[in-house]
């Protein structure tokens, strides 16, 4: 299978963590948003990262990916079977997406990936104000953090969702805050300790040798 993206995208390590969690091969095909590559933009017709190619179909969005990857291999399961746990597990990944994505999107974009990498107009004051937004959703993350194990009962896709936000919000200096919010910063601890997330770790290494801030 292809994955097409690049591993600072929270939406693209979701997938690629995913996969590895599920031991399915795939090869990761460098691609910023928008193109060039026709196989990428065959795949994801708004030009959005993530999309896959697998054999002759083709499919974007992360949590689409994920559905397609659990039907196509339900084990290990990332969706649970029951009921409660299940709506949790999409629960996390949707606040994961769109409201933990929106606001620190602002400031990914708008310190890193638009001045930095795509040299595109960015906005500092987009980025103060997913700042400012922060607080409420790590207060939250934070309340519903477990002392031990994972955010939906057993290990899901909701873990792999929020915990790949975190990280690419650590490329800003956003990542996990051990003092201020330690419930948190454990559990991430004991997702990103996992042999999957490790392996896309070894892949993202040249990534965040090159950009992650360095004091
Ligand atoms: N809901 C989508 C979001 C994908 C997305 O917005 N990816 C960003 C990169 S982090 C992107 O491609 N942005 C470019 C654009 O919106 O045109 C998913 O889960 O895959």
Redesign the pocket.
Known sequence: MKVF?AL?????R??CVALAEKGMAYELVLSS??GPDPDFLAA?P?????AIKDGDYTL??????VTYMEAKQPSPALLPAEAQARGKAMWFDEFA??IF?TSG?KI?FNRL?GPRLLKLPYDEAIALQGETELPRILDYLESVAPEQGWLAGEFTLGDISVASMLR?LSYVRHGPDAAKYPKTAAWYGRVTARPAWLAVAELEAPVSERLMPKD
């Open positions: 993206g600072l995208s929270p939406f693209v979701k997938v948003p928008g994801s708004f030009g959005k990262i993530p974007a969005d992360s949590t689409a990916i997406d769109t994505a999107l990914l990936v690419s």
